[in-house]
Every structure is written in structure tokens, then in C-alpha cells.
T-cell receptor, first 114, second 109 residues
Framework: DTGVSQNPRHKITKRGQNVTFRCDPI?????LYWYRQTLGQGPEFLTY????????KSRLLSDRFSAERPKGSFSTLEIQRTEQGDSAMYLC????????????FGEGSRLTVL | DAKTTQPNSMESNEEEPVHLPCNHS???????IHWYRQLPSQGPEYVIH???SNVNNRMASLAIAEDRKSSTLILHRATLRDAAVYYC??????????FGTGTSLTVIP
């Protein structure tokens, strides 16, 4: 399968714990995006990378959120000291077209914070 | 954020055409208009995009107003598999895509 892959698909954690999600984009896609989606809402943009450079991170929800894409391939999204309000679906997308931007989304990682 | 306005929900009968409207009165000259849809428990899926001219692909057609302040996604024959939330999005230079709450389409058999 050459689609966008996200792991884990489901994560249940206790409040205060750290969690990390991984996204493997479509091979050779140079742009990678992270979104968060809560029930009944559209995806909320968090950050994006072009190759290994993080070009926009002001939308990350707080300093507890961080993302990396160390070699311009896979990316990780880490949430430190999780709170119940962090419970959501975290979506990753990748793209290879600079202007027209057809995004290919993964199936998401669902986080539940108890 | 580039702003779009869509109806919260719409209904269509199966095998009939569906016209999903979107208003984007603050669109800038370089913004592309994108449509994505999201089926239950799945990530969003690209449908179509355009800049100024109407566009057709195997999934749908996109009609863009001459002043570009509105657009319409056209599904020519709705099927039950088309039941989804449809998002109209303006891309700012093709870099960032901000989703709204979209239109939830119900297809009635």
C-alpha cells in the first residue's frame, strides 16, 4: 500500500502522559501536514513541513505540541503532559504539488485521554 | 484564514444531481478553490480544485462564478456512497489548507 500511513491508529492514555504519533507520507511527497479533528468539526490545521523544514508552526495548539520531520521522510507529532481536551483524531496528509496541492490523508490516529 | 461559507447540511435523492454551494467573498487572486469530502471514520479525500475556469473530473464538476466569490460542486448522479461531509477550502498559495465545518450530504435511497 503506497498511501499515507499513521501509527498508532488508536491510543488511550492517562492525563499527564506523553504521546507520540507517527506519519509515513507517500513516497517522494515533499510536503507533510498535521491536522486535528474533534467530533462534528472540520480538520484543524496544526503545522506543515516542506522536506525537513517546518514552515508553519504557529497553529500548534500549545507548547505541549511539537512536530518533527528529521530526514524529510516520516514525521512525528508529540503531545506532552496530555490533557482531556487533547482527545481527538490526529490526521496526517502529504502532497507533492506546490500550488494546486492535492492532499492525501491518512486514516488518522485517535487519541483518548482519560 | 481564507473564509468559506457552506450550508450545514443538504439532502439529495439517489441518482439525482446535487449542487453543493460555497461562498468565498474574500478570495484573493492567487487562491485556488478546493473541494474535499470525508466519509465516516475516514480521512478527507480530494475531490476537485480550480482557479478560474470550470473543471470536470471523474468524480465531480466545479463551477466557479465569474467574480470567483462563489463556487458550486456538482455531483452528477448521487449515489449512497456519496454521503459524506463536503468541504470547500481556499488554499493560500497552495501552502496551507483551512477546513471549515463543511456540508453534510445525505443521500436518500
Amino acid at each position: 500500500d503506497t498511501g499515507v500511513s499513521q501509527n498508532p491508529r488508536h491510543k488511550i492514555t492517562k492525563r499527564g502522559q506523553n504521546v507520540t504519533f507517527r506519519c509515513d507520507p507517500i513516497s517522494e511527497h515533499n510536503r507533510l501536514y498535521w491536522y486535528r479533528q474533534t467530533l462534528g468539526q472540520g480538520p484543524e490545521f496544526l503545522t506543515y513541513f516542506q522536506n525537513e523544514a517546518q514552515l508553519e508552526k504557529s497553529r500548534l495548539l500549545s507548547d505541549r505540541f511539537s512536530a518533527e520531520r528529521p530526514k524529510g521522510s516520516f514525521s512525528t507529532l508529540e503531545i506532552q503532559r496530555t490533557e482531556q481536551g487533547d482527545s481527538a483524531m490526529y490526521l496526517c496528509a502529504s502532497s507533492s504539488r506546490l500550488v494546486t496541492g492535492e492532499l492525501f490523508f491518512g486514516e488518522g490516529s485517535r487519541l483518548t485521554v482519560l | 484564514d481564507a473564509k468559506t461559507t457552506q450550508p450545514n447540511s443538504m439532502e439529495s435523492n439517489e441518482e439525482e444531481p446535487v449542487h453543493l454551494p460555497c461562498n468565498h467573498s474574500t478570495i484573493s487572486g492567487t487562491d485556488y478553490i478546493h473541494w474535499y469530502r470525508q466519509l465516516p471514520s475516514q480521512g478527507p479525500e480530494y475531490v476537485i480544485h480550480g482557479l478560474t475556469s470550470n473543471v470536470n473530473n471523474r468524480m465531480a464538476s466545479l463551477a466557479i462564478a465569474e467574480d470567483r466569490k462563489s463556487s458550486t460542486l456538482i455531483l452528477h448522479r448521487a449515489t449512497l456512497r456519496d454521503a459524506a461531509v463536503y468541504y470547500c477550502i481556499l488554499s493560500q498559495g497552495g501552502n496551507q489548507f483551512y477546513f471549515g465545518t463543511g456540508t453534510s450530504l445525505t443521500v436518500i435511497p
